[in-house]
């Protein structure tokens, strides 16, 4: 897959899963309350053949609640926030699943991690490839490609 | 009949979601049980009677293939059906040999009618007598 369409793809597939699995649709509106720093998670996927791409998603603890509210059915009190912090790595799972049957290639899967919000994978040599924010129902996604 | 069904996956919510929809798809599900990899899955498997298996594929300790490669080496479990539910796509499936050890496939995301839709098309039509009351328990979900 070329660079220059990799997160035109990965924002396509991410579009997909939020809508389908957690009811959640990309909005064209800018979020007046972005949540604070403070709030925010991180996950990372790494997908790997002859070179490594590394995925990184970033979203606020509201952005959680919504979604695992929604795919769950459940009341907020019903889950516990580390139920809400280990649910969003099967959203993660699935749209690295998802994205690594778009490439022509096989590539392998490492399962999703939480990162420290103080990590820069660019110090482990990786580098940016596209970065992009996706806003849901007033909530903020960021997204990074990055490979090494 | 009741059947016994094992889920395999590593997110609990997910596993959340498929007995939900086992539950209110119908009253075929006898016991179900829970595990979040491979092992778990054999340590339950050894112990209880199953009828069938659900089963994602990209989870720690041991994976769904290995866990699908275990239980149809065992002349004890070779015939149970196992129906695998993961995001990977079917190339991910190396080849017919490892297709013939999967009784169905089903990608996620999926909706909840497409999951009972294939259980019912392994464990026969006379579970497939949905009520008019439980579809739209399906539709509402």
């Known amino acids: 897959m070329q660079k220059s369409v990799m997160m035109k793809?990965?924002?396509?597939?991410?579009?997909?899963?939020?809508?389908?699995?957690?009811?959640?649709?990309?909005?064209?509106?800018?979020?007046?309350?972005?949540?604070?720093?403070?709030?925010?998670?991180?996950?990372?996927?790494?997908?790997?053949?002859?070179?490594?791409?590394?995925?990184?998603?970033?979203?606020?603890?509201?952005?959680?609640?919504?979604?695992?509210?929604?795919?769950?059915?459940?009341?907020?009190?019903?889950?516990?926030?580390?139920e809400i912090i280990n649910g969003i790595k099967e959203f993660v799972n699935v749209v690295g699943?998802?994205?690594?049957?778009?490439?022509?290639?096989?590539?392998?899967?490492?399962?999703?991690?939480i990162i420290d919000r103080d990590y820069n994978p660019e110090q482990d040599g990786?580098?940016?490839?596209?970065?992009?924010?996706?806003?849901?129902?007033?909530?903020?996604?960021?997204?990074?490609?990055?490979?090494? | 009949m009741a059947i016994n069904i094992l889920v395999v996956?590593?997110?609990?919510?997910?596993r959340k979601i498929i007995i939900k929809t086992i539950n209110i798809s119908g009253d075929y599900a006898g016991k179900i049980f829970e595990a979040g990899n491979g092992i778990e899955a054999l340590d339950i498997l050894e112990e209880n009677w199953l009828d069938l298996i659900l089963t994602d594929l990209n989870m720690p300790e041991m994976d769904g293939m290995e866990l699908i490669n275990n239980i149809k080496n065992n002349p004890d479990f070779a015939k149970l059906p196992i129906i695998v539910i993961s995001s990977r796509g079917r190339k991910d499936i190396k080849?017919?040999?490892?297709?013939?050890?999967?009784?169905?496939?089903?990608?996620?995301?999926?909706?909840?009618?497409?999951?009972?839709?294939?259980?019912?098309?392994?464990?026969?039509?006379?579970?497939?007598?949905?009520?008019d009351d439980e579809e739209s328990d399906i539709c509402d979900f």
């Open chain 1, 9 to 82: 793809n990965l924002t396509y597939v991410i579009s997909k899963v939020m809508s389908e699995m957690y009811f959640i649709f990309i909005s064209d509106e800018e979020p007046y309350d972005s949540g604070s720093s403070k709030d925010d998670y991180i996950y990372t996927l790494i997908l790997e053949n002859v070179e490594q791409l590394l995925l990184e998603f970033k979203l606020n603890k509201r952005l959680m609640d919504m979604m695992l509210l929604n795919f769950t059915g459940m009341e907020l009190d019903e889950l516990d926030d580390q």
């Open chain 1, 97 to 113: 699943g998802n994205f690594i049957n778009m490439f022509k290639k096989k590539m392998d899967m490492k399962l999703p991690q």
């Open chain 1, 126 to 148: 990786y580098k940016l490839v596209d970065e992009t924010e996706l806003w849901f129902d007033n909530q903020i996604m960021n997204v990074r490609i990055l490979e090494k």
């Open chain 2, 9 to 14: 996956d590593d997110a609990p919510t997910m």
């Open chain 2, 95 to 131: 080849d017919d040999e490892q297709w013939s050890l999967i009784t169905q496939y089903l990608t996620k995301p999926f909706h909840p009618e497409q999951l009972r839709d294939i259980i019912f098309s392994v464990i026969g039509e006379e579970y497939a007598k949905v009520s």
